[in-house]
């Protein structure tokens, strides 16, 4: 039988030598191509452009545009109460937080040093010798990356803790029980009847640190998501009547700069104007945003002996980082908050509990508030290191993101933080600001629908408390301040101020900032009465009425023109297959404005795919050509676009998925 098969291969040889190499080959094929992805096309308002320039849109309105030009500079933005009757029924609630996790508080952190809590172990039956407890360093590897430490035992009622980390996996048990945790799984601990306490506790690292000079000032920017200059006083109005008792100002006509977070926290802390994440589809490597963009404030700090920090708590979702797709080469700060709020994230349940709004934000890190622990280690920084020069950027998000009323819950203690402070001493050299990187702009809420949610949206929270000394050493620039809080700004000026700062004591600063690329005016300097053209506030963004004259929405040229819009921008992601076409209801609230020497028309598309589903177009337009169309989704997208692959992430904003 052997010699048969042997007979028959060589009779067949040079055929089953064929066939081999044509079935390598083809593997080899198979392994090379990668499968492609349907096209998608960029956006191309051919028909838009066209029709815009035949129908001579802009005719019928000649006489008024001719008129607003014509107008003076300045800045008057429409009044609204903060607790108008109008979006009463919105801003009216007041959110409760009650932490699921009944544990006591069997450890705490003052500064570097962790400590036994003797009334909480009494309060459990239980002596300091009865129990077991024991803590893993978090470590920061890279941008997604963390791991623990090995474990380490509490052995004495307090321990100071490393200065190589900045947070700690903390567990206790009954002494009785303490052999379990070298047979079980790390994580397997929290789950368990007899633990008695677990958490992940952030701390402030003991640094070597130099002194502060004369003249060299520190520096807080506190950002809370989507906090509205309107809803700092509506939220936190405890807070506000301490700001003032203090001598702190409120910037009343402040702006946002983007659409949402990311590019009003690159012109907070960089300068740049329209930075926008480069969510390319086409892009299949990480992208280290530090090497995309100019450095950010923090970093030029930094090198001129500052010491940095940051935090930011939405850290799924946050400023600087999408794992496994964008993130930064090198930690933002010194003291990086990232690798434990990551592991916070990781490990839901565990340690953050109880849902905040309709989103995925939390309100509590264990059995306590988490801005407990936040506004804790930010007290205990600015205390550390109150003679030393420092840049503190913090982004908050997990109460407000999800929800209008959620800065409520901060109210209080902020209020007790800023008092605390003060009679410290920790505010005397330190420019605290609180700000807001956009107003709220979750579209599935109504309010965002009404006329003053579309004002409050684009004007952010911007109030600051100077140190304590500043008006009395330099009361030029200190009046300054004052005078500009009457006027228009925006976070471009915040950034140059804090440009300014940094020169002030170091004047080797000026020429290292001048190449990195900045916007506005310094919030020091004397600022005249600026519209939006002149505070570079782009049009989209700017609340302004002096140059703009409100058109008629059933005018039939500007209902083909939105039309010709929807049907150009469905060219991006017909070719799909996914999601349907769009279909006009009504155009809302249309007007044009004056912005250097373009027109610009703003107006909100309705359509009738969805309930709710609504666009923001904002059209530039020089002589009878479009320059620039921008348009965004403003109701909650994602339920109407979860048909769409992964590969398509970049078109969900625009997607209303097929039945």
Same mark, same amino acid.
């Given at each position: 039988?052997?010699?048969?098969?042997?007979?028959?291969?060589?009779?067949?040889?040079?055929?089953?030598?064929?066939?081999?190499?044509?079935?390598?080959?083809? /593997?080899?094929?198979?392994?090379?191509?990668?499968?492609?992805?349907?096209?998608?096309?960029?956006?191309?308002?051919?028909?838009?452009?066209?029709?815009?320039?035949?129908?001579?849109?802009?005719?019928?309105?000649?006489?008024?545009?001719?008129?607003?030009?014509?107008?003076?500079?300045?800045?008057?933005?429409?009044?609204?109460?903060?607790?108008?009757?109008?979006?009463?029924?919105?801003?009216?609630?007041?959110? /409760?937080?009650?932490?699921?996790?009944?544990?006591?508080?069997? *450890?705490?952190?003052?500064?570097?040093?962790?400590?036994?809590?003797?009334?909480?172990?009494?309060?459990?039956?239980?002596?300091?010798?009865?129990?077991?407890?024991?803590?893993?360093?978090?470590?920061?590897?890279?941008?997604?990356?963390?791991?623990?430490?090995?474990?380490?035992?509490?052995?004495?009622?307090?321990?100071?803790?490393?200065?190589?980390?900045?947070?700690?996996?903390?567990?206790?048990?009954?002494?009785?029980?303490?052999?379990?945790?070298?047979?079980?799984?790390?994580?397997?601990?929290?789950?368990?009847?007899?633990?008695?306490?677990?958490?992940?506790?952030?701390?402030?690292?003991?640094?070597?640190?130099?002194?502060?000079?004369?003249?060299?000032?520190?520096?807080?920017?506190?950002?809370?998501?989507?906090?509205?200059?309107?809803?700092?006083?509506?939220?936190?109005?405890?807070?506000?009547?301490?700001?003032?008792? *203090?001598?702190?100002?409120?910037?009343?006509?402040?702006?946002?700069?983007?659409?949402?977070? &990311?590019?009003?926290?690159?012109?907070?802390?960089?300068?740049?104007?329209?930075?926008?994440?480069?969510?390319?589809?086409?892009?299949?490597?990480?992208?280290?945003?530090?090497?995309?963009?100019?450095?950010?404030?923090?970093?030029?700090?930094?090198?001129?002996?500052?010491?940095?920090?940051?935090?930011?708590?939405?850290?799924?979702?946050?400023?600087?980082?999408?794992?496994?797709?964008?993130?930064?080469?090198?930690?933002?700060?010194?003291?990086?908050?990232?690798?434990?709020?990551?592991?916070?994230?990781?490990?839901?349940?565990?340690?953050?509990?109880?849902?905040?709004?309709?989103?995925?934000?939390?309100?509590?890190?264990?059995?306590?508030?988490?801005?407990?622990?936040?506004?804790?280690?930010?007290?205990? &920084?600015?205390?550390?290191?109150?003679?030393?020069?420092?840049?503190?950027?913090?982004?908050?998000?997990?109460?407000?993101?999800?929800?209008?009323?959620?800065?409520?819950?901060?109210?209080?203690?902020?209020?007790?933080?800023?008092?605390?402070?003060?009679?410290?001493?920790?505010?005397?050299?330190? &420019?605290?600001?609180?700000?807001?990187?956009?107003?709220?702009?979750?579209?599935?809420?109504?309010?965002?629908?009404?006329?003053?949610?579309?004002?409050?949206?684009?004007?952010?929270?911007?109030?600051?408390?100077?140190?304590?000394?500043?008006?009395?050493?330099?009361?030029?620039?200190?009046?300054?301040?004052?005078?500009?809080?009457?006027?228009?700004?925006?976070?471009?000026?915040?950034?140059?101020?804090?440009?300014?700062?940094?020169?002030? =004591?170091?004047?080797?600063?000026?020429?290292?900032?001048?190449?990195?690329?900045?916007?506005?005016?310094?919030?020091?300097?004397?600022?005249?009465?600026?519209?939006?053209?002149?505070?570079?506030?782009?049009?989209?963004?700017?609340?302004?009425?002096?140059?703009?004259?409100?058109?008629?929405?059933?005018?039939?040229?500007?209902?083909?023109?939105?039309?010709?819009?929807?049907?150009?921008?469905?060219?991006?992601?017909?070719?799909?297959?996914?999601?349907?076409?769009?279909?006009?209801?009504?155009?809302?609230?249309?007007?044009?404005?004056?912005?250097?020497?373009?027109?610009?028309?703003?107006?909100?598309?309705?359509?009738?795919?969805?309930?709710?589903?609504? &666009?923001?177009?904002?059209?530039?337009?020089?002589?009878? /050509?479009?320059?620039?169309?921008?348009?965004?989704?403003?109701?909650?997208?994602? =339920?109407?676009?979860?048909?769409?692959?992964?590969?398509?992430?970049?078109?969900?904003?625009?997607?209303?998925?097929?039945?």
């Amino acid at each position: 039988m052997l010699r048969g098969i042997l007979r028959i291969v060589s009779r067949n040889r040079w055929k089953l030598l064929g066939f081999l190499i044509l079935s390598g080959y083809i /593997q080899y094929s198979l392994k090379q191509v990668e499968p492609q992805k349907p096209k998608i096309f960029a956006d191309n308002w051919t028909q838009t452009g066209s029709y815009m320039k035949n129908a001579r849109l802009l005719e019928n309105y000649a006489g008024g545009l001719s008129e607003l030009t014509n107008r003076s500079a300045g800045c008057t933005v429409p009044y609204y109460s903060p607790w108008n009757t109008d979006v009463l029924q919105f801003v009216k609630q007041v959110p /409760q937080l009650i932490c699921s996790d009944s544990q006591r508080s069997l *450890l705490y952190i003052i500064r570097d040093t962790i400590h036994y809590n003797q009334t909480a172990l009494n309060e459990i039956g239980y002596s300091r010798a009865s129990i077991a407890c024991y803590i893993r360093y978090i470590h920061y590897v890279s941008n997604d990356v963390y791991e623990y430490t090995a474990e380490l035992s509490l052995s004495t009622l307090e321990t100071k803790l490393s200065g190589d980390y900045n947070a700690v996996y903390a567990y206790c048990l009954p002494r009785v029980w303490r052999f379990t945790r070298l047979l079980l799984p790390m994580f397997t601990l929290p789950i368990l009847p007899f633990t008695l306490y677990r958490n992940i506790l952030i701390y402030v690292p003991s640094l070597s640190v130099r002194e502060r000079r004369e003249d060299e000032y520190s520096v807080v920017t506190l950002v809370i998501d989507a906090l509205s200059q309107h809803n700092l006083y509506r939220s936190l109005p405890a807070t506000v009547a301490t700001l003032s008792e *203090l001598g702190g100002l409120v910037f009343k006509k402040h702006h946002k700069t983007g659409h949402n977070s &990311f590019p009003n926290v690159m012109a907070l802390l960089s300068g740049l104007r329209d930075a926008y994440f480069p969510d390319d589809p086409n892009r299949r490597e990480f992208i280290y945003l530090d090497e995309e963009f100019q450095e950010t404030l923090l970093t030029s700090f930094e090198k001129f002996g500052y010491l940095t920090m940051s935090m930011e708590d939405y850290q799924h979702m946050g400023d600087f980082n999408r794992k496994g797709r964008i993130g930064l080469r090198k930690p933002l700060t010194k003291v990086y908050y990232r690798a434990a709020f990551t592991a916070m994230r990781e490990n839901l349940g565990f340690f953050l509990n109880y849902k905040t709004g309709k989103g995925d934000g939390y309100g509590c890190l264990g059995e306590q508030p988490l801005l407990n622990h936040q506004l804790r280690l930010l007290s205990d &920084f600015m205390k550390m290191y109150k003679n030393s020069p420092y840049f503190v950027h913090l982004h908050l998000s997990e109460y407000t993101h999800d929800d209008l009323n959620g800065a409520k819950i901060y109210d209080k203690a902020l209020k007790s933080f800023l008092v605390d402070l003060h009679s410290s001493g920790a505010l005397n050299n330190t &420019f605290f600001f609180i700000l807001g990187d956009h107003g709220f702009q979750r579209g599935e809420h109504p309010f965002t629908q009404t006329n003053q949610g579309r004002l409050e949206n684009l004007m952010a929270a911007c109030a600051l408390l100077p140190p304590t000394s500043f008006s009395t050493l330099h009361p030029n620039l200190s009046n300054n301040l004052v005078q500009n809080s009457e006027k228009l700004t925006s976070h471009y000026d915040v950034n140059q101020m804090l440009r300014d700062l940094l020169i002030y =004591s170091n004047a080797s600063a000026e020429d290292y900032l001048r190449n990195l690329e900045g916007h506005g005016q310094s919030l020091l300097s004397s600022l005249e009465d600026r519209g939006c053209q002149e505070a570079e506030i782009l049009p989209q963004f700017c609340t302004c009425t002096n140059k703009e004259m409100k058109i008629d929405n059933s005018d039939s040229s500007l209902i083909s023109f939105a039309k010709k819009i929807l049907e150009d921008k469905q060219q991006t992601f017909v070719q799909t297959g996914f999601c349907q076409q769009y279909l006009l209801n009504y155009i809302k609230d249309p007007k044009l404005r004056i912005y250097n020497t373009s027109v610009i028309l703003d107006m909100q598309l309705v359509l009738k795919n969805k309930e709710g589903c609504v &666009f923001d177009v904002s059209v530039h337009m020089e002589g009878d /050509q479009i320059v620039r169309l921008n348009m965004i989704r403003m109701d909650w997208y994602s =339920s109407t676009s979860m048909c769409l692959p992964a590969e398509y992430d970049v078109i969900k904003p625009y997607c209303i998925c097929i039945d």
